[in-house]
């Protein structure tokens, strides 16, 4: 991140400061409680600004470079129509095999060539630290849209703003993740933002596909209870949210352990019944076979909601780096 170049540039603007202009978004470590709010509430008035006029000029003459080197249907969708809907434009590629990248470009070059064209780049990629690579060599803002097996700070952030939104608060809930919480990204994301709240963890996987440690040294070193166990049966009854992932096959170099390990949670009708009135069932899609489509219609299955509310975030995101929230 070049932080000198991005701050004269905040100086020569003479922008306030909202504590995002001309920053990079690449961890939810960079957020504390105080940036949380501010962009939880930047997001409702974007959704306000959505349901009363569809768009607004905010970001007219703004463009976005959006790359992503791994598949992508509601992220890279939901950057575009944010920044459309903000009256910026944008630059989409993600099609990389039809870029300089199968010529042997790198990552920096690649980079150093967007920022040329657009003033803020959310980019995808298989590495982990990836993106912090690509903020290292850009001048301009960069935004993390999955680094591998790392993080994925914006779904992250729309998957809290979910929570508040279905539950009225995160103070005291019991959050539980299910699935491959081993290449899981927006699963290490998330729970390294609700350590910002008092909660209580669970941690439902195969064995092999447990959190990593990393993560969980993040939940020990800010003492929030938290368990861990192959059974979603024994506690479905008392959670208040229910974060089921997918079994992240792309990750996996031994397709026979996968086929081991890819149904063994689904959440179907039978096991709704045993679980809370007042809770919801989260997922950052795609599901494959973790979700029953009866579960669909049930009020608490909230990832329909998790991938509008995608775009409001987004939204406040741009604004905010772009520094016009
Ligand atoms: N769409 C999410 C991600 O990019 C979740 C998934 O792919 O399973 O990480």
Do not use: C, W
């Not at 170049?5 to 957020?31: C, E, L, P, W």
């Not at 927006?186 to 064995?207: G, R």
Request: charge should be negative.
């Amino acid at each position: 991140m070049n932080l000198k170049t991005k701050d004269v540039d905040r100086m020569a603007a003479n922008k306030v400061d909202n504590g995002f202009y001309g920053q990079d978004i690449i961890s939810v470590s960079q957020f504390d409680r105080t940036k949380l709010d501010y962009i939880l509430s930047v997001a409702t008035e974007m959704k306000v600004l959505v349901e009363r006029f569809g768009s607004a000029d905010l970001l007219q003459g703004k463009i976005l470079a959006n790359l992503f080197y791994e598949p992508s249907t509601r992220t890279s969708s939901s950057f575009m129509a944010s920044m459309l809907r903000l009256g910026g434009q944008v630059i989409p590629i993600n099609n990389v095999q039809y870029s300089s990248v199968t010529k042997g470009e790198s990552l920096p070059d690649t980079v150093r060539t967007l920022e040329s064209y657009a003033d803020v780049i959310v980019i995808r990629h298989p590495e982990v630290g990836s993106a912090a690579t690509a903020a290292h060599y850009a001048s301009k803002p960069v935004i993390n849209a999955g680094d591998g097996v790392g993080e994925h700070p914006t779904q992250a952030l729309l998957d809290l703003y979910t929570i508040i939104e279905g539950l009225g608060d995160v103070h005291g809930l019991k959050v539980a993740m299910v699935g491959d919480l081993k290449y899981g990204r927006t699963v290490h994301s998330l729970t390294k933002l609700l350590v910002n709240y008092p909660v209580e963890f669970v941690f439902v996987s195969p064995d092999n596909l447990r959190m990593p440690g990393d993560v969980l040294s993040v939940v020990q070193a800010s003492g929030h209870p938290y368990l861990e166990t192959e059974d979603v049966h024994n506690i479905v009854g008392e959670v208040d949210v229910l974060y089921v992932t997918r079994v992240q096959k792309e990750r996996f170099t031994d397709l026979a352990e996968y086929d081991l390990v890819k149904d063994r949670y689904v959440v179907d009708s039978e096991l709704m019944s045993r679980a809370k009135e007042r809770m919801i069932v989260m997922h950052p899609l795609p599901r494959v076979n973790e979700i029953s489509y009866a579960v669909d219609s049930d009020p608490r299955a909230a990832y329909f909601r998790q991938m509008r509310n995608g775009m409001y975030i987004r939204m406040a995101l741009l604004a905010a780096v772009l520094g016009k929230a």
